[in-house]
């Protein structure tokens, strides 16, 4: 039976779950509609989701159209939830994405669709909610194509709009034909001859949406039904079904991660090649470790069914596997993953009540991160603190919910900070010699510092000869120098350095007569991880460090009229401007503004644009930070800045 991964994907608030929910009664796995405002949806699942109408988790649930099955997952729509988005995106043949009738192209609905695009998922639109008032046709085909930059084919019309009855009357129409033939020579051809067939106008269609040159749109209503039977019947006919050879190597990708009701890690899957079997070993992760599946369930008619294998193409919750991690490949890896959006630029510390157990805080933010990576626990053990990373402030009701009512722990949070990076200024150079200068550690370590361009990673290099001491030294000296730069001069990471080893020295094997090897008088991995610390930050203090504030990009479309209003409170909240363009009775602005201050400008912009004006933000680039002190970030290590701490901490052996 052909397959078909789908994900529903929309601005928040745009009736994605109440479609799914639409979709699911058409198809006859369920008998009555589940609500949002009621909280009896199918997907959304959490207590938090009920209660705030909202989607934050992805969910998976199937139903059949003929002789197709489709695994369809419905999609978080407030930016918050970004990184559940992201994780999808790489296991779908095709998406819907859900545009209000009323509302129209919102900030979060070209986002989704810039990266729809990007990543040439085939992507159907469908406007939903025509029985509304206020909704519109003609404007909003013309705002899809303006605002969204994409081409795209109406599949029929609306009529009785803003009504009970408003409806959907499939059909295409001269629109759909041009859409169609600006990327299609022979059509165009036969278009200007009048000799354009229906099949031959159907094959053009089918051809170009599974290119993601064309996006067809439907109009309807998940609470009427209107347009939902020409929804279902595009999605069979025009998106790709799912491919891979079953008999391949297995090769399969983990987008979600849970914990059932015994605590057990219940991982989420799509395999994309080969056959997955129950009880069979089979290797995941970066470390290739190894290990069973006990137990595997796809998803069918709306439920779930065990399966002793799981075929590509197939979407899995797989049971037995311990340690894995959202991201993780099973079998052969693919291509190399990269995130498709920006990871979290906001951090905060999480306090925990009068009466929680800071212990079970731990452990429980420890199985928080392990189904979101992205969370970015860290924790400082001299502080007895733990903070965690954050898209924006909605993550932190989130967080909070979900250690309450599934973990019964209380917890607030103190005021949320941007997550700053460092960079070196210039190079620096730093070396320690064996046995010198009140070197506790028995082993040589000379290491050059030098700036690198942003993105380009940390680098390591050698300027000794690679059989001049065992590759264990080097490998140590490598990883310690990899770790200590997770926190700078001031705390923070620096993520882009080229270091050198320009030194290398150790102490042979020595023994007693009649003994065995006497470490104090030889070198080990620890001496080399123990001293390059040192002499990495007293490189870097020589180069000077530079710290660096997340900015985002940032397009504010608004009335003309309020321009005044907004540029003072823009400049006082730190951005910098771009370009400012009026169209019309509109402006639109574009700039950059600290991570920082986007919540405040949020939290702005209605009183200040009359209720009208859109923001549309994103992380975009680090800029040097010029106002106010310069941030610090308490440090979670031995901290090396201190030598007579540091030594105290790791050796117990003050030196000089």
């Known amino acids: ?89 790489g296991v779908l043949d095709g998406a819907v994405l859900v545009v209000s009738a009323v ?39 013309r705002a899809l194509t303006r605002r969204l930059g994409v081409a795209v084919a109406p599949m029929g019309r609306a009529a009785g709009l803003g009504t009970r009855a408003a409806g959907f009357t499939p059909g295409l129409g001269p629109s759909a034909l041009d859409a169609l033939a ?22 053009a269609l089918l051809d170009q949406t599974r290119q993601s040159l064309v996006h067809p749109v439907y109009f309807g209503s998940a609470v009427t039904g209107a347009g939902v039977d020409a929804l279902i019947s595009g999605i069979k006919e025009l998106l790709p079904p799912a491919e891979g050879d079953p008999r391949g190597p297995v090769s399969g990708t983990v987008f979600k991660v849970e914990r059932g009701p015994a605590g057990e890690k219940v991982a989420y899957a799509r395999m994309f090649s080969g056959t997955l079997r129950v009880r069979r070993a089979v290797q995941f992760g970066a470390a290739r470790r190894e290990g069973k599946v006990t137990a595997a369930g796809v998803f069918e008619h709306g439920g779930e069914v065990r399966r002793d294998e799981v075929p590509a193409g197939r979407i899995a919750k797989l049971w037995g596997l311990a340690d894995i991690r959202i991201g993780d490949a099973l079998g052969r890896p693919r291509t190399a993953e990269s995130h498709f959006f920006a990871p979290p630029t906001l951090e905060t510390v999480v306090v925990p009540a009068p009466g929680t157990d800071p212990g079970a805080l731990h452990v429980a933010l420890t199985q928080l991160a392990e189904q979101d990576p992205l969370i970015g626990r860290r924790h400082d053990e001299m502080r007895r603190e733990t903070s965690v990373s954050l898209y924006g402030e909605v993550q932190k009701e989130v967080v909070q919910a979900t250690l309450a009512d599934d973990y019964g722990l209380e917890v607030t949070f103190r005021e949320t900070t941007p997550l700053c990076i460092e960079r070196p200024v210039g190079p620096g150079t730093a070396v320690e010699f064996n046995k010198k200068d009140a070197n506790p550690f028995l082993a040589t370590v000379g290491l050059r510092v030098d700036p690198a361009p942003p993105g380009t990673g940390v680098t390591f290099a050698l300027e000794v000869e690679l059989g001049s001491m065992p590759y264990a030294f080097f490998k140590a000296v490598e990883d310690t120098v990899r770790e200590t730069l997770g926190q700078g001069l001031h705390g923070w990471r620096i993520p882009d350095c080229a270091v050198t080893m320009t030194h290398c020295g150790y102490s042979p094997r020595q023994s007693h007569a009649h ?94 644009t009359r209720g009208e004006g859109e923001l549309e933000s994103a992380f975009d680039h680090y800029a040097p930070v010029t106002r106010g002190m310069v941030p610090e970030r308490a440090r979670t290590d031995h901290n090396p800045l201190s030598r007579k701490e540091y030594l105290l901490n790791v050796t117990r052996r003050v030196g000089g």
């Not at 745009?14 to 009621?38: C, M, N, P, Q, Y």
């Not at 979060?108 to 029985?131: A, E, G, H, S, Y």
């Not at 020579?185 to 000799?195: C, H, K, M, R, S």
């Not at 900015?551 to 309020?562: N, W």
Request: charged residues 25%.
């Open 1 to 89: 039976m052909p397959l078909l991964n789908l994900g529903i994907l929309a601005h928040v608030d745009a009736g994605k779950t109440s479609l799914t929910e639409r979709l699911l009664h058409a198809a006859g796995v369920t008998d009555e509609i589940g609500s949002v405002d009621a909280g009896t949806t199918r997907t959304d699942t959490l207590a938090l989701e009920r209660r705030r109408g909202i989607t934050i988790k992805s969910a998976v649930v199937s139903f059949p159209v003929d002789d197709v099955t489709v695994n369809l997952i419905d999609t978080p729509g407030h930016p918050d939830f970004i990184a559940e988005v992201e994780r999808v995106l």
């Open 515 to 608: 003994q065995g090897f006497d470490k104090s008088m030889s070198s080990t991995g620890y001496d080399f991880r123990g001293l390059t610390p040192l002499v990495l930050i007293e490189a870097l203090r020589r180069a000077g460090t530079r710290v660096y504030e997340p900015m985002h990009r940032f397009r504010i479309e608004a009335p003309a009229d309020t321009l005044g209003a907004l540029l003072p409170v823009l400049a006082a909240l730190g951005a910098v401007s771009g370009s400012t363009e009026t169209r019309g009775a509109a402006c639109v602005l574009e700039g950059a503004v600290p991570a920082a201050r986007v919540h405040e400008l949020e939290q702005r912009l209605p009183g200040l």
């Open 182 to 203: 600006d990327h299609d020579d022979d059509l165009l051809t036969a278009y200007v001859e009048d000799t354009v067939g229906d099949d031959r106008l159907r094959a």
């Open 103 to 141: 509302e129209g192209v919102q900030a979060q609905t070209r986002v989704l669709m810039r990266t729809l695009r990007r990543l040439r998922i085939p992507t159907l639109i469908f406007v939903n909610k025509i029985d509304r008032r206020g909704a519109r046709e003609r404007e909003l085909l």
